[in-house]
Nanobody
Framework: VQLVESGGGLVQPGGSLRLSCAASGFSVSSYGMRWYRQAPGKERELVAH????????NYADSVKGRFTISRDNAKNTVYLQMNSLKPEDTAVYYCNTRQLWGQGTQVTVSS
């Protein structure tokens, strides 16, 4: 049972990235899935959440309207589409469900 994130990198302000979280050992459709981030010197914060079943979503105020969480049940993968990126979005992004965490993927927004 594991989560593996990918898709991070260096992007200029205003750019976009799509993060992926591939799950194994369980079905992402059966559990609420979350993306967190942690910037240097700051606490880990919840960025986005998608519920099981109906797939209702909610977001941190700081990313609302710019980020979109989604789920592909056939690929057993959860995504975080990030648009209009800002330097303050720079952080390590983690995928999570229940007590399970991925290893994280670094996102750096800089010119």
């Amino acid at each position: 049972v594991q989560l593996v994130e990918s898709g991070g990198g260096l992007v200029q302000p205003g750019g976009s990235l799509r993060l992926s979280c591939a799950a194994s050992g369980f079905s992402v459709s059966s559990y609420g899935m979350r993306w967190y981030r942690q910037a240097p010197g700051k606490e880990r914060e919840l960025v986005a959440h998608i519920t099981s079943g109906g797939g209702f979503t909610n977001y941190a105020d700081s990313v609302k309207g710019r980020f979109t969480i989604s789920r592909d049940n056939a690929k057993n993968t959860v995504y975080l589409q990030m648009n209009s990126l800002k330097p303050e979005d720079t952080a390590v992004y983690y995928c999570n469900t229940r007590q399970l965490w991925g290893q994280g993927t670094q996102v750096t927004v800089s010119s």
